[in-house]
């Protein structure tokens, strides 16, 4: 069974510094690991998808890394803004699961102005 | 809109009653996903359309879950005879391709939710 954890819950950090998200999963056999960031109130955005074949994928200040014989993606944001504060969530799809995700817990990230 | 939509985002009702919770995905995505979300925690799996097929429904917790997309588009998660443990956030999501390449055809995108409570 593939377990997803994302240590730490919570993080408080002052604008202007970079912001590490980590992410561990226990099943190396994926297709892909997808980032997610959640607003209160509304749905899960897309941030960033890597294939299994990929080490990394970036997007402007997002820069999202994959180490799948560690079990471990960490999502790297530059230059933290107050509007960066959010719940952040990796999910994997594993190859023994189908299409279905598995999500990690989440890490509740604070950007203080 | 472009995005996937959800219908009703707010739903309380008696324990004991039924709901009927809607999706509308991205016109054009062959996959469409549900999951429950409890507070603090990520969404979990219940069942997986490609079309108009169940796929996969290993997540509904008892058979007072079913869903159906009958037309390959809109879809609709029901839960009968409603009980407390219920109450949840109810998420849809999305994607263009159902396959398994893990390409970015099968990114997942999601909807805002429906929050269902149980009284």
């Known amino acids: 069974k593939q377990e997803v954890t994302q240590i730490p819950a919570a993080l408080s950090v002052p604008e202007g510094e970079n912001l590490v998200l980590n992410c561990s999963f226990t099943?190396?056999?994926?297709?892909?690991l997808q980032w997610f960031r959640q607003d209160p109130g509304k749905g899960l955005t897309s941030l960033l998808l890597?294939?299994?074949?990929?080490r990394e994928q970036t997007s402007g200040r997002l820069n999202a890394s994959l180490d799948k014989s560690s079990g471990r993606s960490t999502l790297y944001i530059a230059a933290s803004q107050p509007g960066d504060s959010a719940t952040y969530l990796c999910?994997?799809?594993?190859?023994?699961?189908?299409?279905?995700?598995?999500f990690g817990g989440g890490t509740r990230v604070l950007v203080k102005p | 809109g472009a995005g996937v939509s959800q219908s009703p985002r707010y739903k309380v009702t008696k324990r004991g009653q039924d709901v009927a919770l809607r999706c509308d995905p991205i016109?054009?995505?062959?996959?469409l996903y549900w999951y429950r979300q409890a507070l603090g925690q990520g969404p979990e799996f219940l069942t997986y359309?490609?079309?108009?097929?169940?796929?996969?429904k290993s997540g509904l917790p008892n058979d007072r879950f079913s869903a159906e997309r009958p037309e390959g588009s809109i879809s609709t998660l029901t839960i009968q005879r409603t009980e407390q443990r219920d109450s949840a956030m109810y998420r849809c999501?999305?994607?263009?391709?159902?396959?398994?390449?893990?390409?970015?055809?099968?990114?997942?995108?999601f909807g805002p939710g429906t929050r269902l409570l149980v009284l």
């Open positions: 016109s054009g995505h062959v996959s």
């Open positions: 999501a999305s994607s263009f391709s159902g396959g398994t390449s893990g390409s970015l055809s099968e990114t997942q995108y």
């Open positions: 999910a994997v799809r594993r190859r023994a699961a189908g299409n279905k995700l598995t």
């Open positions: 890597i294939q299994s074949s990929q």
């Open positions: 099943d190396s056999a994926i297709y892909n």
């Open positions: 359309f490609n079309y108009e097929a169940q796929q996969d």
